[in-house]
């Protein structure tokens, strides 16, 4: 490994960063200006997993990283997803800030045990002493026809482990401030990104290092009739569910969780009380899913407002199938609307 | 580098008899051997007394270190200051040198996290590691947090032979291999991982040549030779601290006592071999040789059981002593800022003590 160039003279190179200009970018390269703007800021921050330092990642995430900020800032790693999350347990214990990458989702559950019994555990078993501020990013979910193994949405996994965050973006304006906040934050953070979307609209971003708050949700859209909650990549088809139901008169309010844990549960309890109706939304499995805490949580929190049980849509309790079958697995914009007419029809 | 069938010789400087052949290397001095020696009789003494207050109730289940104290007080006495240890569960010695107290480890097995909240020398330290073989990983980031600052220390990892088998271990030690990371893996090999014997364990003649594919040097010590153990950290912290990379130690030693408390290890290995391992044991050989160097004397070791006793009885008291800690530390160090739900479940477990009666 080229561990030889010097950090401060690297540093000397950089391009001066323009905050002034928007920049009008899709989610991947929102996720890239994020990187390089964290490398920038604090020289704690490196970037590690594999194909990530030359190649600049096989999704370009971390594409001219390697050449602005050097070999021991930017690390491929041999190619052992274990080895990636434990190394950076123990580089983020030693006060760096590591940013590692999961190639694809898939491939994320050798990395298990290490975010379960360290990363989230570290602050908590030495009551302070060591810290674990990563960041475990990860391509994750559908719709990209993709090989086997590469479209999974098992966001869930995490969200059930204390200790951690789990955030997802769903556009490249949430992707530039929640990832910015990831880094900076203070403890473990998986950090998922619904790779169906990482192209697929551009958004004008300043590049002003400026974070978006995390444990909370984003109210996309105010409504009135019924809450739509969604994460991921399905707040797309669930914003295009809302404009259909506004043709039919009905007002949906439209909710990116963002962080799925901790989740911002009186955000969801407050729409619901106003609103009385709600479909949440998930790419994933049906059982266990997210939807299912939230849809607990608001009937603990919320029963008296529900005018109509809480529906899901969900895909099926059955492993993404191979990319022929993949349309069948995917829920689009009119199965929300269908949820949503229904829902409301029921109360 | 070219593997041979034999590659490895276990270093040895005082044999099962106390006798030196040839003489001891330079890095021992008489100092060395009596801090050594007193270490090792300690830990000894407290880990029998955690053992007994485990019979009677007053202790979690405990994981002995009989017959192994030579490997963690050679790695304590040799490691620095500023370098960084990562236990596996059987390192009482090496803690114990490096500033965790007795009765803080008493905590750790008695179910308390503050038990790692480590001061002083192990300040950065990591806690004991259960999963087994995962430490080695978090060793070489901790090595590569040091290299990539150019910093002049090292990562110490210890783990069981039994853990050689994980992918933890050796993805970490090829890392170690490819980024010559100043990293040191002595891996204590006591013959048993639970009941698995080591000749069923793996099939590599030795764990030390296990390093040969990674790239790395690797060697076998007398495990239960306090200067060989010393010796052989001392020249791999002092290589990985002038950038020449990692080093595998293997410490060929035998455990003595059972896995855990838990553990009954009678149901599967003979009296025969537990007492023939007996002979080998650390401490006994270095207290022949101490004698016959003049450094020891009866009246120094009727002085020095008596002080281990004492001490480890202080520290049984201040552990008894010590009250549970409070309910609301469960959820104060999940994050550095406690989120929402967990303040409202904080609450409902400050309740849920009141109706237990406070206890």
Redesign the interface.
């Known amino acids: 490994m080229g561990m030889h160039e010097n950090i401060a003279t690297l540093s000397q190179q950089h391009k001066p960063v323009d905050s002034k200009t928007p920049h009008v970018v899709t989610m991947i390269e929102a996720i890239n200006m994020a990187l390089h703007r964290a490398m920038d800021e604090d020289s704690n921050v490196v970037v590690l997993g594999e194909d990530v330092a030359t190649n600049g990642g096989v999704f370009r995430a971390t594409v001219g990283l390697k050449d602005r900020f050097g070999h021991r800032r930017v690390m491929d790693t041999p190619l052992a997803e274990t080895l990636i999350a434990g190394i950076s347990v123990g580089m983020a214990a030693q006060k760096l800030r590591p940013v590692a990458e999961i190639q694809f989702m898939g491939f994320i559950y050798a990395t298990m045990e290490h975010i379960v019994s360290h990363a989230a555990r570290l602050r908590n078993r030495t009551r302070g002493r060591l810290t674990c501020p990563m960041v475990l990013r990860a391509p994750y979910g559908g719709g990209i026809h993709a090989p086997e193994h590469h479209s999974e949405s098992t966001e869930a996994l995490f969200a059930h482990i204390p200790g951690i965050r789990v955030v997802i973006p769903s556009s490249p304006t949430r992707a530039y401030g929640l990832l910015l906040s990831a880094i900076e934050d203070p403890d473990p953070v998986i950090f998922l990104e619904p790779k169906r979307i990482y192209r697929m609209v551009k958004q004008e971003i300043y590049d002003d290092g400026v974070g978006l708050p995390l444990d909370t949700c984003y109210t996309l859209r105010q409504g009135e009739h019924i809450t739509l909650i969604s994460w991921g990549s399905m707040v797309h088809e669930t914003l295009q569910a809302a404009d259909k139901l506004q043709q039919q008169g009905i007002s949906a309010e439209v909710i990116d969780v963002a962080t799925i844990s901790p989740l911002d549960i009186d955000t969801l309890v407050a729409s619901v009380q106003k609103t009385g109706h709600c479909v949440i939304i998930q790419e994933a499995a049906r059982h266990c899913g997210v939807a299912a805490e939230i849809s607990a949580t608001l009937q603990e929190q919320a029963f008296r407002s529900l005018q109509a049980p809480i529906a899901r849509v969900t895909g099926f309790d059955t492993p993404m199938p191979y990319l022929q079958r993949e349309n069948i697995y995917m829920n689009s914009a009119s199965d929300i609307v269908d949820a949503a007419v229904k829902t409301l029809e029921a109360s | 580098m070219q593997y041979t069938k034999t590659p490895y010789q276990q270093k040895q400087f005082i044999d099962v008899n106390g006798a030196v052949a040839g003489s001891l290397p330079v890095t021992i001095n008489d100092d060395l051997l009596l801090r050594s020696y007193r270490t090792m009789v300690m830990i000894r003494t407290f880990d029998q007394r955690v053992v007994a207050l485990q019979r009677t109730g007053q202790m979690g289940t405990y994981a002995s270190c009989l017959g192994q104290e030579a490997i963690g007080t050679g790695i304590g006495l040799a490691l620095g200051k500023e370098d ?1 240890f990562l236990p596996y569960y059987r390192d009482q010695a090496t803690q114990y040198l490096r500033d965790i107290p007795l009765h803080q480890q008493m905590q750790y097995w008695g179910g308390n ?2 038990a ?3 001061t002083g020398t192990s ?2 330290d ?2 004991n590691c259960v ?1 087994i073989a ?1 430490q ?13 600052r150019g910093e002049k220390r090292c ?1 110490l990892v210890t783990c069981g032979e039994g853990a050689t088998s994980r ?2 271990f050796y ?2 030690m ?2 170690a291999g ?3 990371l100043p990293m040191i893996m002595v891996v204590n090999n006591n013959q048993w991982a639970i009941s698995v014997p080591r000749n069923i364990q793996t099939g590599a003649e030795t764990i030390a040549q296990k390093a040969v594919a990674a790239g790395i040097e690797g060697f076998q010590v007398d495990g239960n030779d306090v200067c060989a153990v010393y010796d052989a950290v001392h020249y791999a912290v002092k290589k990985a601290h002038s950038g020449k990379g990692a080093t595998l130690i293997e410490a060929v030693s035998y455990r003595l006592g059972d896995h855990t408390t838990a553990d009954d290890a009678t149901r599967y290995r003979s009296h025969e071999e537990v007492n023939d391992a007996w002979k080998r044991e650390p401490i006994k050989r270095i207290q022949t040789y101490l004698h016959e160097r003049g450094l020891w004397d009866e009246e120094q070791e009727q002085t020095l059981q008596e002080q281990c006793k004492q001490e480890v009885e202080k520290a049984v008291q201040t552990y008894l002593s010590q009250p549970p800690q409070p309910v609301e ?1 469960l959820f104060d ?4 800022e406690t ?4 303040v409202r479940q904080k609450q409902q477990a400050v309740e849920k003590l009141a109706k237990l009666g406070g206890e």
């Open positions: 960084v996290e503050w790692n909240h480590f300040i950065q990591f806690p999963p995962t080695v990983t978090h060793a070489a980031g901790v090595a590569s947090a040091m290299k990539i990562s992918g933890d993805e970490a090829n890392l490819v980024w010559q530390d160090y999940l994050f550095e989120p929402t739900h967990l």
